[in-house]
C-alpha cells in the first residue's frame, strides 16, 4: 500500500492509547494462543520448544496487531471486535476476513440516523 510521503508519521503509527488497548486485548487472547501452539507443537520435553514457542508468540502477537489495526482503521469499533471475536487469532484468517467483508456490508446498507 503506498504512503504519501506528507503523511505525518502519527497518523502512520497508533497512538499510545491505541496500543495500550491492543496490548490488552492480546494479553486477554496469549492463554489460548498459547495452549493451540502447545497442542499442535512438538512435545515439551523437546528442549528447543520453549525457544521456538516465544518466537512463535511473537510472530503471532505482531500479526494479531498488524489485524486489529486494520479492523480499527476501517471503522470497526472494539466492541464489536471483542463480542464477534473477529481477532481471534485460534480462528482461520479466511474466516476472519469474511466477518470483517460481512460486517462492512451490513454497516454500509444501514441507514443513517434520520432526524424528526
Known sequence: MP???STPARALSP???WERKILARWREL???VK?????SSCSADDINWRY??????????LRHRAWLLT???RQI???????TAMDDPTRPP???RAEMTRYILKRSRRKPYAHK
Not at 52 to 61: K, S
Open 3 to 5: 504512503v504519501d510521503p
Open 15 to 17: 497512538s499510545p492509547a
Open 30 to 32: 496469549e492463554p489460548r
Open 35 to 39: 495452549l493451540r501452539m502447545h497442542v
Open 52 to 61: 521456538d514457542i516465544h518466537q512463535l508468540l511473537e510472530a503471532e502477537r
Open 71 to 73: 479492523l480499527l482503521s
Open 77 to 83: 469499533d472494539m466492541r464489536h471486535i471483542r463480542r
Open 94 to 96: 479466511e474466516v476472519l
